[in-house]
């Protein structure tokens, strides 16, 4: 069994940053964050595997950076230039075995969540 505690949301204007974090208790293969805005979808943001390598959703490549400090067993995403189409709850996630590049992003096969934190952007 994973835990998962999430920290970092809030309030903040468009074209700022927020980092949240995620503090996990066990192992996973891999993990990722992902966002659910009122009346849409959960869907992935960013992924990280055990091995560092990394995914992105393309409404936020080259915006966000998710990152994992292994020695505090934490992983972390970086959100620069918010937009307000950004505002959602955001989920960390992890799954408890091994899976396929193209199934990174996808909420439905993610084993383990957090109870989520929110971000709010304001235009």
Same mark, same amino acid.
């Given at each position: 069994?994973?835990?998962?505690?999430? =920290?970092?949301?809030?309030?903040?204007? *468009?074209?700022?940053?927020?980092?949240?974090?995620?503090? *996990? =208790?066990?192992? =996973?293969? =891999?993990?990722?964050?992902?966002?659910?805005?009122?009346? $849409?979808?959960?869907?992935?943001?960013?992924?990280?595997?055990?091995?560092?390598?990394?995914?992105?959703?393309?409404?936020?490549?080259?915006?966000?950076?998710?990152? $994992?400090?292994?020695? $505090?067993?934490?992983?972390?995403?970086?959100?620069?230039?918010?937009?307000?189409?950004?505002? #959602?709850?955001?989920?960390?996630? *992890? $799954?408890?075995?091994?899976?396929?590049?193209?199934?990174?992003?996808? #909420?439905?096969?993610?084993?383990?969540?957090?109870?989520?934190?929110?971000?709010?952007?304001?235009?």
């Amino acid at each position: 069994q994973v835990q998962l505690v999430e =920290s970092g949301g809030g309030s903040v204007q *468009a074209g700022g940053s927020l980092r949240l974090s995620c503090v *996990a =208790s066990g192992y =996973s293969f =891999s993990m990722g964050w992902l966002r659910q805005a009122p009346g $849409k979808e959960r869907e992935g943001v960013a992924a990280m595997d055990d091995d560092g390598d990394t995914t992105y959703a393309a409404s936020v490549k080259g915006r966000f950076t998710i990152s $994992k400090d292994k020695v $505090k067993n934490t992983l972390y995403l970086q959100m620069n230039d918010l937009k307000p189409e950004d505002t #959602a709850m955001y989920f960390c996630a *992890a $799954k408890r075995s091994p899976d396929r590049v193209r199934y990174r992003l996808l #909420a439905e096969t993610y084993h383990y969540w957090g109870q989520g934190t929110q971000v709010t952007v304001s235009s």
